[in-house]
């Protein structure tokens, strides 16, 4: 045995994965509550290493706030937006970006350690070096999708959004499916990575098409249409949409009509989700079944209360989380059908 195989350490890197992936699901929380409460361009200039630290004098303070004037948001919505409520939503994006930091410090230097180590088991190491730079795309996005609504909008971009959270979510997923990996190649040596099957391919395809219109929902503030549910304002379909909009624009730019396909299409998702969580409990994995089951039951009853609530804050962010969820317990099940037996 080489010692590079006596020195792989697969349960600890999945552990440390793990912990990562949580650090990710507190990530989206706090970027859904920042997208609530119209947090998000508070901070207009992206400083990697400087941007650590929060202002720390009334003088920087000031000149942070003089920034946020300058852009469209304040002078159209904000307009005599005192310091203190400045300071609110300062602290919500603020949070956010240093999470991003956070979450690269703690990938980073661990990968690191672990391939000083040798501890990285053999095949492993271009996949967490992947991960390492999807991390750093993401907050790349993260600045692109900020950047355009510095100038001309009130709002960020919802489709720039969605690339953001997309990638989050994908990221997410990637580490659940490879602490998977390395916790079964930490319980048998000869284990071989699992593979993509057909099920979970279209599932994820389905998922995918969810979490775009919910980050569309989000980003158009489009559970604001109503707050009634199964109903719309009295109607099952927002038909006066297409009075005035071809139907292909109302799918992607029209809050109403994006909301509608919203509601509807997570029944899509729970049924392939059913199907994903039965093909995992018939591999002999009843609990990512179960997780499956919990998580999508969950949000769509929380989805339920954010229409209900007029996208109440805890509510919605709530939501939010949960979806998070539902794509590691998703990537879980589809690992399980996927394990070569």
């Not at 890197?13 to 947090?39: D, H, K, P, Q």
């Not at 004037?69 to 609110?88: C, D, H, T, V, W």
């Not at 729970?270 to 039951?297: E, M, N, P, Q, T």
Request: net charge positive; glycine share 8%.
């Amino acid at each position: 045995m080489s010692r590079f195989a006596q020195t792989a350490r697969p349960r600890a890197i999945a552990n440390w994965l793990f912990a990562v992936a949580v650090l990710i699901v507190v990530m989206v929380g706090v970027g859904g509550i920042t997208r609530l409460t119209e947090s998000g361009l508070s901070i207009t200039e992206w400083k990697l290493v400087t941007g650590t630290l929060p202002p720390l004098s009334d003088a920087a303070w000031l000149a942070e706030f003089e920034k946020y004037k300058r852009i469209p948001e304040y002078q159209q919505i904000n307009a005599g937006m005192s310091l203190e409520a400045f300071k609110g939503i300062y602290f919500w994006e603020y949070l956010h970006r240093l999470l991003g930091r956070l979450i690269g410090v703690a990938f980073a230097l661990p990968l690191l350690w672990f391939a000083i180590r040798r501890a990285i088991p053999q095949g492993y190491g271009p996949r967490l070096v992947g991960l390492l730079v999807l991390g750093g795309l993401q907050g790349v996005t993260g600045w692109w999708m900020v950047t355009s609504g510095l100038a001309e909008r009130t709002d960020v971009s919802h489709f720039r959004l969605a690339a953001h959270l997309l990638l989050a979510l994908f990221i997410l997923a990637a580490l659940v499916w490879t602490a998977l990996d390395l916790r079964a190649l930490a319980r048998d040596p000869g284990y071989r990575p699992a593979r993509l099957t057909a099920v979970a391919v279209w599932t994820g395809l389905i998922l995918f098409v969810q979490l775009v219109y919910g980050a569309f929902v989000a980003g158009l503030n489009a559970g604001l249409v109503t707050n009634q549910w199964p109903l719309m304002n009295g109607k099952f379909f927002p038909s006066e949409v297409l009075a005035v909009r071809p139907f292909p624009d109302a799918m992607l730019n029209d809050p109403a009509m994006i909301h509608w396909f919203h509601r509807w299409w997570a029944w899509v998702t729970v049924a392939a989700l059913i199907v994903l969580a039965r093909r995992a409990r018939a591999a002999g994995d009843r609990k990512a079944s179960v997780a499956i089951h919990i998580a999508f039951g969950t949000q769509i009853l929380l989805g339920i209360a954010t229409v209900w609530t007029s996208v109440h804050l805890h509510v919605a962010a709530t939501h939010q989380v949960v979806g998070a969820l539902v794509v590691a317990a998703a990537a879980w099940g589809a690992h399980s059908i996927g394990r070569r037996r």
